[in-house]
């Protein structure tokens, strides 16, 4: 669906991409394919996409419907408004929201999986505005030559406090997600921790009018933030592995010590 929305996007934007340096040799742009073309291997990407989605629980094809409606038409956002990265945290963030539905727990009975899936789906939102507000510091001149809105025009100098805004509320809802399903310390110290560390080393030391800088933040600063976040989640997962074991091993021991008192 990432590539999916990716050509969607280079299809609504066939028109702007040749005026931006960094996007004039996509494919569309170019000439290299025609727009039809487009169409057929988004067609082909979306059938593969269903192809997939099929083999998850009949719930899931509901709760991931929707967000089509986002998928096809973020690339008008940056149209009509300086926030369209808010729109592209919409879309890129709908996979938070599957996560339950594809273990067979449905997000409109139980409270806490809604919770969880809220905050999580909300903190990922607020990471991709972010990281993306760095992105578009690469297009901030072609972009406003060529008429295209994006959140790093409308603030320009004010980027980086905005940056340190939205990572706070990202961890914030980070920690909210943890909290509704009763995580532990090591998802706290680990995930939140350590994307917090990551995100505060990023912000201060991306040169936001460095096209090059801006690329290798972007390019490797969601990787850094993602793998605190992947490595707390697995840190936490096998704590509580190692803990129900153990649990596992006393109740056992448990039922010998009791066998041997009664014969």
């Not at 729109?87 to 963030?93: A, D, K, M, P, Y």
């Not at 295209?148 to 905005?162: G, N």
């Not at 509704?180 to 090591?186: E, N």
């Amino acid at each position: 669906m990432r590539g999916a929305g990716c050509t969607i996007n280079d299809l609504w934007d066939r028109n702007l991409d040749p005026l931006v340096g960094r996007t004039r040799l996509r494919p569309i742009a170019r000439g290299a394919i025609t727009p039809y073309q487009g169409l057929v291997f988004t067609s082909v990407q979306l059938l593969t996409g269903l192809a997939i989605l099929l083999q998850f629980p009949t719930s899931c094809f509901f709760y991931a419907t929707p967000s089509l409606l986002l998928v096809a038409t973020y690339p008008l956002a940056k149209r009509i408004t300086h926030y369209p990265q808010f729109v592209l945290g919409l879309t890129f963030s709908w996979g938070a929201m599957m996560g339950f539905p594809a273990l067979g727990i449905d997000l409109l009975t139980n409270t806490t999986a809604a919770t969880a899936a809220a905050c999580l789906y909300g903190s990922n939102v607020a990471w991709t505005v972010l990281y993306d507000m760095i992105y578009a510091h690469m297009d901030i001149r072609d972009d406003g030559k060529a008429g295209i809105k994006s959140i790093a025009l409308r603030h320009d100098a004010d980027t980086k406090a905005i940056l340190s805004g939205l990572a706070v509320v990202q961890i914030a809802l980070l920690v909210g997600a943890g909290a509704a399903v009763g995580a532990g310390p090591v998802f706290y110290g680990g995930s939140c921790g350590g994307a917090a560390l990551a995100l505060g080393t990023m912000i201060k030391r991306v040169n936001l009018k460095s096209v090059r800088d801006c690329w290798w933040w972007f390019r490797n600063g969601c990787w850094l933030t993602g793998g605190a976040i992947a490595s707390g989640l697995v840190g936490e997962y096998a704590m509580r592995r190692y803990a129900q074991a153990g649990d596992e091993t006393t109740s056992e021991e448990q039922l010998r010590q009791r066998g041997a008192l009664s014969s």
